[in-house]
């Protein structure tokens, strides 16, 4: 199985980046993924009914730039580097942890397609590309990993068991709407990315990236 992903940033902040979990326009997708992933020794298969527990997160669709500011956060805390907050895309575009970190093509958040592709519950190491189309499959229990992984560098309090409390849950989407905060679109990503999670892993269905 081929593991080779290249994601570039954008030039400039686009607006647009929804993310979906149980998505039902992307039936037939997902069916067709399955049987990919099958000829890979990859079981999965979307459920019928999606039934998701509630999510905490405010906003689900979000500028491209927040996923962008949050992959900076996640590769500079990784490398042992100070996560300071993004003033300028420039700042992303330019960081060289960042590029580093993409291309050793290990990172569930930071080698996944920021316009198309999946996350299913499937427990496994490092992003896959199945398909002629190459299609760019995560782990939505590798994805929770990093986030959990990185939360501290944003200011993200999680509990020892490295859950996220209700408490804290509101406490970040309240920052995000009130964006009274340095790392807000961090924050933006990170909450919607991480009750995605959640969603995908209780019910079994895939986190849908559409841009």
Known sequence: ????????????????LAIEVGDEDSREELDQLAILLREEGVEWQQPEACVLPPGRATMTSMPYS???????AYARYNAGLPVTPVSDMAE??????????REMFESHLIYHSDVDGYYIPVDFDIPELIGDDYERVGSSQGLLAELRHCAPAIGIRLEPDLS???????????????????FTYEWMAWLALH???LQSIDSGHAIVFIG
């Open 1 to 16: 199985m081929s593991f080779l992903l290249s994601v570039e940033p954008a030039r400039v902040p686009r607006m647009g």
């Open 195 to 197: 009750e995605a999670c």
């Open 92 to 101: 992303v575009e330019e960081d060289e942890v960042v590029a580093a970190e």
């Open 66 to 72: 927040a996923l962008y500011c949050l992959q900076r």
């Open 164 to 182: 996220l409390s209700d408490t804290e849950a509101k406490r970040i989407d309240e920052l995000i709407q009130a964006d009274s905060g340095e």
